[in-house]
């Protein structure tokens, strides 16, 4: 093996070049065999436009950006939108169609079902304008909502309920990072000046803000700078973890300064329940999520800015008032319970805001409530939503989250963001942090940590040659360095078996599998490795007896150290479904696809690659089954 590139992405600059990429909220697609002149008048309107021509490349490109934080808007014509409309209008990212019918004295209509499609036009300029008053309503609920996540019991939101548990997760590892305050502040003021290099008093504000912040301003700081709040409200509710990592700096100096201010809010006596007040818009899909899920768990992903009074929230619950009904009125009124235990941080923050009458309560970022009661006021046209103060003991998921946590130690690191990214399918993400930590680390340890978890998103992503390329980086680690390291080499050398069985070459994984388990203790979590490999390995020699008793003991593992829903359950099951499926036992292998699906449906976000590939592989056993 050989010591590790200095090749690759590096320090912020190219980090910001990832992410800034998508700090425009929309994407505009067009789609037409032949817009002719209309065509030229839509880039002069929308930068960046994205032409197809055909209905299949346009469905891939909408299916394929899900990785992206960027929202879609797309234009068609009538031609090919009847086409087109039903194979992506259930796309989450999607957020809006509109239809060109040009030259045609009839338009086309569309059932209700097709909710996306905003309308028909005949005129290219009426289009147009409606489309720009749209986006501004758009960039309204992105900047100026706090986006949520609902946690329930009911079938079908698995996925929703895994994505709740990962971005607590998320904040959690952000919050407890060991802080670098001098390259985090850079890292932050790098990132705004990129984003507002055209609004002179932005960057005015940001210059002052590089003056004069510090800790015991941060409040002050959220309450001034309107930036600030819409960033977070924008990466929290896109999930843009990449501009998460780049303000992470603000966003522990705000919790921390924000806990402090708990902390003497508890040494004055007080009512026993806070009543407090916020009104913004919310999209239609998440007010429908929140009306169909009373009784269950909510989280706000963001800090939350709440008044004691009553008419503060109902006004800024009307300032979010639009024509054309895209965003919808909310109050929500919160009841916290003062003595709850385990909650996150909230209090008064009167004498660090910058609107003092308003008579403030700032809520923490993660917090959880319970969805009690949403009523709709139609004399003020808003819906109310009464919420109350929940902590993570509420929480469903609770030893999943309990065992992430403790797995990530008191002091999270880079490695852990990465880590954290990996499991939610963010590979990309995941990678460039891992590459800059192997580029920047002089431990070796820390970079085969890095090396391994770029494995792993190699073998998820089937990128073998990207996998061999990594093992030769591998440095070659000094036993005596690090307490322990006998058992990371085992499990370099279970990788290396790995690399073997994609090869076909078994023999040689078996090899360096036995090798592996002479280094890693016994009853370790690292063996579980060498045994999926084991297990996989014997199965492709068609051994099948032996594949099972090394995935057995693979699972025999993990029940002593994971919690029942833990994901990696997923992938034996899943190696046992295969073995099952090769042996032509069916119905075993149906029962194991389907325990795999389903651990995998509630602790991976929707989006992650394991959930697809089984779902694919379920309907292609279905389909066997049905021909014996």
């Known amino acids: 093996m050989m010591t590790a590139s200095t090749e690759g992405t590096s320090s912020s600059e190219s980090l910001y070049s990832r992410h800034m990429e998508n700090l425009n909220t929309y994407q505009f697609l067009c789609l037409d065999e032949d817009f002719n002149n209309n065509l030229l008048k839509l880039r002069l309107e929308f930068q960046k436009l994205k032409v197809f021509d055909n209905v299949k490349d346009c469905e891939e490109y909408i299916q394929k950006s899900s990785s992206t934080t960027q929202k879609l808007l797309l234009i068609t014509s009538k031609t090919l939108s009847k086409k087109i409309i039903p194979l992506i209008h259930d796309v989450k990212h999607l957020s809006a169609i509109y239809v060109l019918c040009t030259n045609e004295r009839s338009t086309i209509e569309f059932s209700a079902r097709y909710n996306k499609v905003k309308d028909v036009f005949t005129n290219l300029e009426e289009?147009?304008?409606?489309?720009?008053?749209?986006?501004?309503?758009?960039?309204?609920?992105?900047?100026?909502?706090?986006?949520?996540?609902?946690?329930?019991?009911?079938?079908?939101?698995?996925?929703?309920?895994?994505?709740?548990?990962?971005?607590?997760?998320?904040?959690?590892?952000?919050?407890r990072m060991k802080p670098t305050p001098s390259k985090s502040k850079k890292d932050l003021l790098d990132f705004l000046r990129q984003k507002y290099s055209d609004n002179e008093k932005q960057l005015a504000l940001i210059n002052e803000f590089e003056r004069e912040y510090n800790l015991e301003h941060a409040i002050l700081w959220y309450s001034k700078a309107?930036?600030?709040?819409?960033?977070?409200?924008?990466?929290?509710?896109?999930?843009?973890?990449?501009?998460?990592?780049?303000?992470?700096?603000?966003?522990?100096?705000?919790?921390?300064?924000?806990?402090?201010?708990?902390?003497?809010?508890?040494?004055?006596?007080?009512?026993?329940?806070?009543?407090?007040?916020?009104?913004?818009?919310?999209?239609?899909?998440?007010?429908?999520?929140?009306?169909?899920?009373?009784?269950?768990?909510?989280?706000?992903?963001?800090?939350?800015?709440?008044?004691?009074?009553?008419?503060?929230?109902?006004?800024y619950s009307e300032a979010n008032k639009t024509e054309n009904g895209l965003m919808k009125c909310i109050l929500f009124k919160f009841d916290i319970d003062c003595g709850l235990l385990n909650a996150?941080?909230?209090?008064?923050?009167?004498?660090?805001?910058?609107?003092?009458?308003?008579?403030?309560?700032?809520?923490?970022?993660?917090?959880?409530?319970?969805?009690?009661?949403?009523?709709?006021?139609?004399?003020?046209?808003?819906?109310?939503?009464?919420?109350?103060?929940?902590?993570?003991?509420?929480?469903?998921?609770?030893?999943?989250?309990?065992?992430?946590?403790?797995?990530?130690?008191?002091?999270?690191?880079?490695?852990?963001?990465?880590?954290?990214?990996?499991?939610?399918?963010?590979?990309?993400?995941?990678?460039?942090?891992f590459q800059q930590i192997i580029n920047e680390s002089t431990d070796d340890l820390e970079r085969i940590i890095c090396y391994h978890h770029l494995i792993d998103i190699n073998r998820y992503e089937r990128k073998w040659d990207e996998a061999y390329k990594n093992y030769m980086k591998l440095p070659v680690p000094q036993e005596n360095n690090h307490p322990g390291m006998e058992k990371y080499i085992g499990y370099i050398h279970a990788s290396i078996a790995e690399l073997y069985f994609w090869?076909?070459?078994?023999?040689?994984?078996?090899?360096?599998?036995?090798?592996?388990?002479?280094?890693?203790?016994?009853?370790?979590?690292?063996?579980?490795?060498?045994?999926?490999?084991?297990?996989?390995?014997?199965?492709?020699?068609?051994?099948?007896?032996?594949?099972?008793?090394?995935?057995?003991?693979?699972?025999?593992?993990?029940?002593?150290?994971?919690?029942?829903?833990?994901?990696?359950?997923?992938?034996?099951?899943?190696?046992?479904?295969?073995?099952?499926?090769?042996?032509?036992?069916?119905?075993?292998?149906?029962?194991?696809?389907?325990?795999?699906?389903?651990?995998?449906?509630?602790?991976?976000?929707?989006?992650?690659?394991?959930?697809?590939?089984?779902?694919?592989?379920?309907?292609?056993?279905?389909?066997?089954m049905n021909n014996h």
């Open 226 to 315: 309107p930036f600030l709040s819409e960033i977070l409200n924008k990466a929290l509710r896109d999930h843009d973890f990449d501009v998460l990592i780049a303000v992470r700096f603000f966003i522990v100096d705000l919790y921390s300064q924000l806990s402090d201010e708990y902390k003497k809010f508890h040494d004055i006596p007080s009512e026993p329940i806070l009543h407090v007040y916020r009104g913004q818009g919310i999209s239609e899909e998440e007010l429908t999520l929140i009306r169909e899920n009373i009784g269950e768990f909510i989280s706000m992903n963001s800090f939350l800015s709440t008044s004691t009074i009553e008419q503060t929230g109902q006004f």
């Open 344 to 433: 996150r941080p909230f209090a008064y923050i009167v004498d660090h805001s910058q609107f003092p009458e308003e008579n403030e309560v700032l809520i923490a970022l993660g917090t959880i409530f319970r969805i009690k009661e949403v009523t709709y006021n139609s004399n003020e046209k808003t819906w109310i939503a009464n919420l109350t103060l929940c902590t993570e003991d509420d929480f469903v998921l609770k030893p999943l989250l309990e065992y992430e946590k403790n797995r990530l130690g008191q002091n999270p690191d880079f490695i852990s963001l990465g880590q954290s990214l990996s499991h939610i399918g963010r590979y990309e993400q995941a990678k460039n942090l």
């Open 503 to 624: 090869k076909e070459e078994f023999d040689m994984a078996l090899d360096y599998c036995k090798t592996s388990l002479s280094l890693i203790p016994k009853d370790h979590s690292f063996l579980v490795k060498p045994y999926h490999i084991m297990g996989t390995t014997f199965m492709a020699k068609d051994q099948y007896e032996l594949a099972l008793k090394f995935l057995n003991k693979a699972f025999d593992i993990q029940e002593k150290y994971l919690p029942e829903d833990h994901p990696s359950f997923g992938e034996t099951y899943n190696y046992m479904a295969v073995t099952y499926e090769q042996m032509k036992d069916y119905l075993n292998a149906f029962e194991f696809y389907n325990k795999c699906l389903r651990i995998y449906k509630k602790s991976l976000p929707p989006s992650h690659p394991n959930i697809q590939n089984n779902e694919n592989n379920l309907k292609c056993l279905e389909v066997m």
């Open 127 to 175: 289009m147009i304008k409606r489309i720009k008053e749209d986006e501004d309503v758009y960039e309204r609920i992105n900047n100026a909502t706090v986006g949520i996540t609902v946690y329930s019991l009911k079938e079908g939101l698995e996925q929703r309920n895994a994505m709740f548990m990962h971005l607590q997760i998320f904040i959690d590892i952000i919050l």
